[in-house]
């Protein structure tokens, strides 16, 4: 009997080594279950696009606040000549995925395009959300 066995005495490694992936299993299936998405900066723009493969627009729904976005929706399965499927890693159901925004956004000018399973949102910066500032004070050498 090695060191490991003695300190758990009623779990053999297998059982061990399960107990211990668990987390992990349920991780990568609630990622699963959500759809990628992508934040990006298009200029004064703050892109956002997800992905939806199997989506329709009519099933799609966009919550857009200042700091927020929310994507909500519904992938169906296509029963129509469908026969046997052995395996399947396709997503269905319902899904929700938010994301902080960070920088405030003008939601009245949000856009949303939908194309070939690619959601994208288009989210202008809110006006005066940026400016340069003036430095004041002194340097070390005195100037202004």
């Given at each position: 009997m090695?060191?490991?066995?003695?300190l758990?005495?009623?779990?053999?490694?297998?059982?061990?080594?399960?107990?211990m992936?668990?987390?992990?299993?349920?991780?990568?299936?609630?990622?699963?279950?959500?759809?990628?998405?992508?934040?990006a900066?298009d200029?004064d723009?703050?892109?956002?696009?997800?992905?939806?493969?199997?989506a329709?627009?009519d099933?799609?729904?966009?919550?857009?606040?200042s700091h927020?976005l929310?994507?909500?929706?519904?992938?169906?399965q296509?029963?129509e000549?469908?026969?046997?499927?052995y395996h399947?890693?396709r997503?269905y159901?319902?899904?929700?995925?938010?994301v902080?925004?960070?920088?405030?956004i003008?939601?009245?000018?949000?856009t949303?395009?939908?194309?070939q399973g690619l959601?994208?949102?288009?989210l202008?910066?809110?006006?005066?959300?940026?400016?340069?500032?003036?430095i004041?004070?002194?340097?070390?050498s005195g100037k202004h």
């Amino acid at each position: 009997m090695d060191h490991q066995d003695s300190l758990m005495p009623w779990l053999n490694r297998d059982e061990m080594s399960r107990l211990m992936a668990w987390p992990q299993r349920l991780l990568t299936q609630a990622m699963h279950d959500m759809p990628s998405l992508e934040l990006a900066e298009d200029g004064d723009d703050l892109v956002v696009r997800v992905e939806v493969p199997g989506a329709e627009p009519d099933d799609l729904d966009i919550d857009v606040s200042s700091h927020t976005l929310t994507v909500r929706g519904e992938i169906r399965q296509q029963e129509e000549g469908r026969g046997a499927v052995y395996h399947s890693e396709r997503r269905y159901g319902r899904f929700q995925r938010s994301v902080s925004l960070p920088v405030a956004i003008d939601p009245d000018r949000a856009t949303a395009q939908f194309q070939q399973g690619l959601l994208e949102v288009r989210l202008p910066r809110q006006e005066g959300a940026r400016r340069k500032l003036r430095i004041q004070g002194t340097g070390s050498s005195g100037k202004h």
